[in-house]
């Protein structure tokens, strides 16, 4: 059994969800907390449920989903892990969110390692297999939790919408493939936890398909 806290954190509210066991094993996905208060809010989360933070994963590199990356990893060294293909939107997130008018000063590290499709990502009883969703970036990944039937789509699949296309290395055609080949073939009662906004099932977006 494991158990699952969200955050929605930065003025953008990207959902950080912070996944862990009876034991206190944790993975915390897209560490978006912009600043010293937000990380508080996390840190005494972490503290009060004795969790240790082994790994923080990126859905995708967006600057909106990596402003915490520093912080996390300063305070609990997690291997820090994202796709490839989106690594090199992490040099730029301070720029682009100061571009975005964000008062940010933060810096991301260097990946531990990164994320391919079809790997499994454990720790404890939490295993996360790697879905690559290229198509909202290139390196969009979604992780599914077979065992609780959870999917952790990013910026690929929302409630009622899909990621948008229109910035670099976006592209509809291959959103929508994504989506119909990688996602929606997983059981219609799997509970899908976007990167914004609120959670839904496969079942229920699958018409709009
Ligand atoms: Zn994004
Ligand atoms: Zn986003």
């Excluded at 992780?143 to 910035?167: H, K, M, N, P």
Aim: aromatic share 12%; charged share 15%.
């Amino acid at each position: 059994m494991l158990k699952l806290k969200v955050f929605p954190f930065n003025p953008l509210q990207v959902n950080a969800y912070l996944i862990y066991d009876l034991q206190g094993a944790g993975i915390l996905i897209d560490p978006s907390c912009l600043n010293h208060a937000e990380f508080k809010e996390l840190q005494d989360f972490i503290a009060n449920n004795n969790i240790t933070l082994n790994y923080q994963l990126n859905t995708h590199g967006h600057f909106d989903h990596v402003f915490g990356t520093g912080m996390v990893k300063a305070a609990y060294n997690p291997k820090f892990l994202i796709h490839q293909s989106d690594e090199s939107f992490l040099i730029m997130a301070g720029d682009q969110a100061r571009s975005f008018g964000f008062e940010y000063q933060g810096t991301q590290p260097v990946p531990d390692g990164f994320l391919s499709d079809m790997d499994t990502i454990s720790t404890g009883e939490i295993h996360l297999k790697v879905i690559h969703v290229p198509g909202h970036s290139q390196g969009s990944v979604a992780f599914y939790e077979a065992s609780e039937g959870w999917l952790f789509s990013g910026d690929t699949l929302f409630a009622g919408g899909i990621g948008r296309t229109d910035l670099r290395g976006g592209n509809y055609d291959q959103i929508i493939a994504s989506i119909k080949d990688r996602l929606l073939t997983l059981p219609s009662e799997t509970l899908v936890f976007p990167g914004h906004g609120p959670q839904t099932t496969i079942g229920t977006e699958s018409p709009d398909f």
